[in-house]
């Protein structure tokens, strides 16, 4: 049979590095199932007031609560606004960039590409008179 080996008190005092995290674990507050998403889509709506979203979820509250929600909230926010004004006058280099045109250095695709880029939109317009 089964014999239950007793420990003394100064064995459980030394735990190991493991030991301790799992110990802490159980002093934070865990969502109530599995799916973090289901738990916070669940929850009464959070007033952050002039706090932006990023700030809120990078906050250790959060980050305890809905570990892995939070990660995912942090990666997207944090991705940088990207005007879809750089990728059209990228596209526009394809018909700059003809085959005659293919020894073009990128300095001077660049510097064509602004050009062009600025005479569309009429800033040129108010530097040259």
């Not at 879809?84 to 006058?89: G, I, N, T």
């Amino acid at each position: 049979m089964y014999n239950k080996v007793q420990r003394k008190p100064e064995e459980e005092k030394e735990l190991s590095a493991f030991d301790q995290i799992a110990q802490d674990l159980g002093k934070y507050m865990r969502p109530s199932s599995q799916d973090e998403y289901q738990d916070y889509i669940n929850q009464a709506p959070y007033n952050i007031g002039k706090m932006s979203a990023l700030v809120w979820w990078g906050q250790e509250p959060q980050r305890r609560r809905w570990p892995r929600l939070s990660l995912m909230a942090l990666d997207i926010l944090s991705i940088p606004a990207m005007s879809d004004e750089a990728e059209r006058v990228f596209s526009g280099a394809r018909r700059t960039i003809s085959w005659e045109r293919a020894q073009m250095e990128p300095p001077t695709i660049e510097m064509v590409e602004c050009i062009k880029h600025w005479k569309k939109s009429g800033i040129l317009n108010q530097i040259v008179i």
